[in-house]
């Protein structure tokens, strides 16, 4: 999950997860070896991703790297939103702008204190909390 910092990177067998990566820094410095230290462990059979919203370069960044693993290694690919990783609270936008999740969709809010990311990984896969719609979740608009 690249959409604050520290990145989390889950390995599941059996739906139930048995190993986190969590790592502070730039998405596309980490994604790559990360990733490249879980083909070496282990043999992927699907990808599961938070497509947004959050940082558009990470989300970015992501998106294009999960999308190429995906067609390199013949698996399938998941996403959900980032509520999904945080128990539906607010995510940072920008400063104290925040995304929040209101009767299934997303919209903007702003709030006087600032919230903490909460995101984690959850113990146990649902597949079904996930779908083959994998385009990110770009809410702000273009500049």
């Known amino acids: 999950?690249?959409?604050?910092?520290?990145?989390?990177?889950?390995?599941?067998?059996n739906k139930v997860l048995i190993k986190?990566?969590?790592?502070?820094?730039?998405?596309?410095?980490?994604?790559?070896?990360?990733l490249a230290e879980i083909c070496d462990e282990f043999e992927i059979e699907n990808?599961?991703?938070?497509?947004?919203?959050?940082?558009?370069?990470?989300?970015k960044v992501t998106y294009v790297f999960l999308q190429t693993m995906s067609i390199s290694l013949n698996v399938d690919i998941f996403a959900a939103d980032g509520f999904e990783f945080n128990h539906n609270a607010p995510i940072r936008a920008l400063k104290k702008v925040y995304f929040v999740?209101?009767?299934?969709?997303?919209?903007?809010?702003?709030?006087d204190e600032e919230i903490e990311d909460q995101f984690e990984l959850p113990q146990l896969l649902q597949?079904?909390?996930?779908?083959?719609?994998?385009?990110?979740?770009?809410?702000l608009p273009a500049v």
């Not at 986190?20 to 990360?34: A, D, H, M, N, Q």
């Not at 990808?47 to 989300?59: D, E, Q």
């Not at 999740?101 to 709030?111: T, V």
């Not at 597949?127 to 809410?139: A, E, G, I, S």
């Open 20 to 34: 986190t990566y969590k790592e502070s820094g730039r998405t596309s410095e980490i994604l790559p070896l990360v």
């Open 47 to 59: 990808i599961y991703f938070a497509n947004g919203p959050g940082s558009f370069m990470a989300i």
């Open 127 to 139: 597949h079904d909390r996930f779908t083959k719609n994998c385009d990110p979740l770009y809410v």
């Open 101 to 111: 999740k209101e009767e299934g969709e997303i919209k903007m809010r702003r709030f």
């Open 1 to 13: 999950m690249a959409l604050s910092s520290p990145f989390l990177v889950g390995v599941y067998e």
